[in-house]
């Protein structure tokens, strides 16, 4: 039994990388603590659900539209201007290369709380509502949202590299089900209460940034700008020698268990509770019984961060390892860096050992600059953001990126157009309110699904693996190609199949987006990450609202009818879905020559390393 006295000491030390390191060596403790890794895991997952406030507006657009006589038009230029903060935060990802999530968390709660005071305030018409004033403060709520994303989901991945494929796809179903959480909180409580609903939205924006910016922090081994300064040398050397341990380090199996079983509640509870509100005249009592549910299913996550010995990961004692620090800040390390960079050069391969259990090698590949680990992780891409940022590879992935995600943008933005123009009448409420509840599933399906399979390649023999995680790559965009074709041939009353097949794409391609870039890049993972969002400012803008949004219109009012009416022809959208479909062909393409020059660099660097051994 643990004594309670040190149930709490993973708060300690919070701030300080080296004192928290000497500190556990001190107790005779394993360097990694799990019930704070955990915790952190936990309050990512309520940023990702704070991530879904993109789609809250949505919820009372239809308020906003009656009592501030909005057009069609103005609603689509308010949800454009917030997608395109809501995606455009390559400049946070900078900052957060320099200086980590703090001040990205910061930001985000700041933004936050500005964006919902003032819907709120524009609600209750103590601020003057128009387009303007609702588009700027809902880009301020979207700015929000993207910044809990690039603050937690890169974290998340240094956090837990010998497992960032299940614990990624856990956070990444959150963000597909944040939408579900939050209709549902809103039905249950706020029914009638717009401004009481964006109120709480407030606060939970600031309540979660606050807890995330106490919980939330890269592990000891990264080392940015920020945290090297006034640090010597050594100490940084045995910060980053950490790298290894965390690289081999499994989590424990039942508490990661424990979080899926509680995502399985959410995705059963919520496909079948979404159908029941929609079909079924449900009383305000039963709405808020349906409320409290969620509640309590989403706080139940906690569990799985407290210090419960039968969870694992307790107090696990030291490895049997040379101590990295001595007993004060100052004293110099006993253990070097564990990993290096293969420097590029023309000189013959050579392999030199950098630390004493060999965790890392110092390689020379002609024209190639690689990073090799000891460890599951195959060889990675190495270099500065600019030797990065000119390797093809980085490009190839990001325009596969734009060509894949706009199928999935136009389907999960325009479903009930679509339906609309295939069948020749509205899409009810009802059947609305099942795509709802199958877009959750769906996605996190194939969120669970990617983070799954980039488990399964951990667990090959890193010697001799088979598979490698971007073979991965293509299966998105072959599922978007495969689910446009369907859209395009099948009847109008059969349009839930491929719509299951872009939600579940869906889930997939973000799992790819989150993964994909630490599996190859050694570095700049924040950068990146945030530099793959700006491929849907693209496709929101450049295919939904002009390529889809002016075909629908023009052969609309060819066929005069109104905005009510609608476009109820199936040449309405075969222009746009041949488009995107085609798009999503070609992003076949790139992303199989991603893989192809991937698996090409990785046999290379396993020969040299065969060769020099």
């Known amino acids: 039994?643990?004594?309670?006295?040190?149930?709490?000491?993973?708060?300690?030390?919070?701030?300080?990388?080296?004192?928290?390191?000497?500190?556990?060596?001190?107790?005779?403790?394993?360097?990694?603590?799990?019930?704070?890794?955990?915790?952190?895991?936990?309050?990512?997952?309520?940023?990702?659900?704070?991530?879904?406030?993109?789609?809250?507006?949505?919820?009372?657009?239809?308020?906003?539209?009656?009592?501030?006589?909005?057009?069609?038009?103005?609603?689509?230029?308010?949800?454009?201007?917030?997608?395109?903060?809501?995606?455009?935060?390559?400049?946070?990802?900078?900052?957060?290369?320099?200086?980590?999530?703090?001040?990205?968390?910061?930001?985000?709660?700041?933004?936050?709380?500005?964006?919902?005071?003032?819907?709120?305030?524009?609600?209750?018409?103590?601020?003057?509502?128009?387009?303007?004033?609702?588009?700027?403060?809902?880009?301020?709520?979207?700015?929000?949202?993207?910044?809990?994303?690039?603050?937690?989901?890169?974290?998340?991945?240094?956090?837990?590299?010998?497992?960032?494929?299940?614990?990624?796809?856990?956070?990444?179903?959150?963000?597909?089900?944040?939408?579900?959480?939050?209709?549902?909180?809103?039905?249950?409580?706020?029914?009638?209460?717009?401004?009481?609903?964006?109120?709480?939205?407030?606060?939970?924006?600031?309540?979660?940034?606050?807890?995330?910016?106490?919980?939330?922090?890269?592990?000891?081994?990264?080392?940015?700008?920020?945290?090297?300064?006034?640090?010597?040398?050594?100490?940084?050397?045995?910060?980053?020698?950490?790298?290894?341990?965390?690289?081999?380090?499994?989590?424990?199996?039942?508490?990661?268990?424990?979080?899926?079983?509680?995502?399985?509640?959410?995705?059963?509870?919520?496909?079948?509770?979404?159908?029941?509100?929609?079909?079924?005249?449900?009383?305000?009592?039963?709405?808020?019984?349906?409320?409290?549910?969620?509640?309590?299913?989403?706080?139940?996550?906690?569990?799985?961060?407290?210090?419960?010995?039968?969870?694992?990961?307790?107090?696990?004692?030291?490895?049997?390892?040379?101590?990295?620090?001595?007993?004060?800040?100052?004293?110099?390390p006993n253990v070097l860096t564990s990993v290096e960079p293969l420097e590029t050069s023309n000189k013959p391969l050579s392999t030199s050992p950098v630390s004493d259990d060999d965790a890392a090698r110092k390689q020379s590949l002609v024209g190639v600059e690689a990073v090799i680990e000891d460890g599951p992780q195959d060889p990675r891409y190495g270099g500065t953001i600019w030797e990065t940022l000119m390797r093809p590879d980085i490009w190839l992935i990001l325009i596969a990126f734009v060509c894949q995600g706009v199928l999935g943008t136009i389907v999960t933005y325009n479903g009930s157009t679509i339906y609309v123009a295939r069948t020749g009448r509205p899409r009810t409420a009802e059947l609305g309110s099942l795509y709802t509840a199958l877009l959750g599933v769906g996605s996190a399906v194939g969120r669970i699904s990617m983070g799954l399979f980039e488990a399964y390649v951990q667990h090959q023999d890193p010697k001799n693996r088979k598979v490698l995680v971007t073979i991965a790559l293509p299966v998105a965009p072959i599922i978007a190609t495969i689910a446009g074709i369907l859209i395009l041939v099948l009847p109008g009353d059969a349009l839930l199949l491929p719509y299951i097949l872009v939600y579940f794409e869906e889930g997939v391609f973000n799992g790819v987006r989150a993964l994909i870039f630490p599996c190859i890049f050694a570095d700049h993972h924040g950068i990146l990450y945030n530099m793959s969002f700006f491929t849907n400012v693209i496709g929101v803008i450049g295919f939904n609202r002009f390529l889809f949004g002016l075909t629908v219109d023009k052969e609309r009012e060819k066929m005069g009818h109104t905005v009510e009416q609608g476009c109820t022809s199936h040449a309405c959208v075969q222009t746009p879905i041949i488009v995107v479909t085609c798009t999503a062909a070609f992003a076949v393409v790139l992303a199989t020559m991603v893989h192809l020059r991937y698996a090409r660099f990785v046999k290379q660097c396993r020969k040299a390393l065969k060769a020099a051994s």
Not at 5 to 31: I, N, P, W
Not at 146 to 172: C, Y
Not at 208 to 215: D, I, K, P, Q, T
Not at 232 to 249: F, H, N, R
């Open 1 to 332: 039994m643990v004594p309670p006295a040190k149930m709490f000491d993973s708060f300690k030390h919070t701030f300080s990388q080296t004192k928290y390191v000497s500190h556990r060596e001190a107790c005779g403790l394993h360097v990694i603590d799990e019930v704070k890794r955990f915790r952190a895991l936990v309050c990512v997952l309520f940023c990702s659900i704070c991530v879904s406030l993109v789609f809250a507006f949505d919820l009372f657009s239809e308020e906003f539209q009656s009592r501030f006589h909005l057009s069609d038009g103005d609603l689509s230029t308010i949800s454009t201007v917030g997608v395109v903060f809501c995606y455009f935060v390559i400049p946070y990802g900078v900052l957060y290369d320099h200086i980590g999530p703090l001040p990205l968390l910061v930001i985000a709660g700041m933004m936050g709380f500005i964006g919902c005071l003032g819907l709120g305030l524009v609600f209750d018409g103590k601020i003057k509502g128009n387009t303007v004033t609702i588009s700027i403060f809902y880009a301020f709520m979207n700015t929000c949202s993207g910044l809990f994303d690039a603050a937690s989901i890169v974290t998340l991945v240094e956090l837990f590299p010998r497992n960032r494929g299940p614990v990624i796809g856990l956070a990444k179903v959150m963000t597909g089900l944040g939408s579900s959480v939050i209709s549902s909180i809103n039905r249950g409580f706020f029914s009638n209460n717009i401004s009481g609903f964006i109120y709480l939205i407030m606060v939970l924006t600031v309540v979660v940034a606050l807890m995330a910016m106490l919980l939330i922090a890269l592990p000891p081994y990264f080392v940015n700008w920020w945290r090297a300064r006034n640090k010597t040398e050594e100490q940084i050397a045995a910060l980053t020698s950490l790298k290894g341990i965390y690289a081999k380090k499994f989590v424990p199996l039942r508490r990661i268990a424990y979080g899926y079983v509680i995502v399985a509640c959410l995705v059963i509870f919520f496909a079948i509770t979404a159908p029941i509100l929609a079909y079924t005249k449900v009383s305000r009592g039963g709405k808020a019984v349906v409320g409290g549910i969620t509640v309590v299913l989403c706080m139940s996550f906690w569990v799985m961060a407290l210090p419960i010995p039968w969870l694992g990961g307790v107090s696990e004692p030291a490895e049997q390892q040379s101590s990295t620090f001595d007993d004060t800040e100052g004293s110099k």
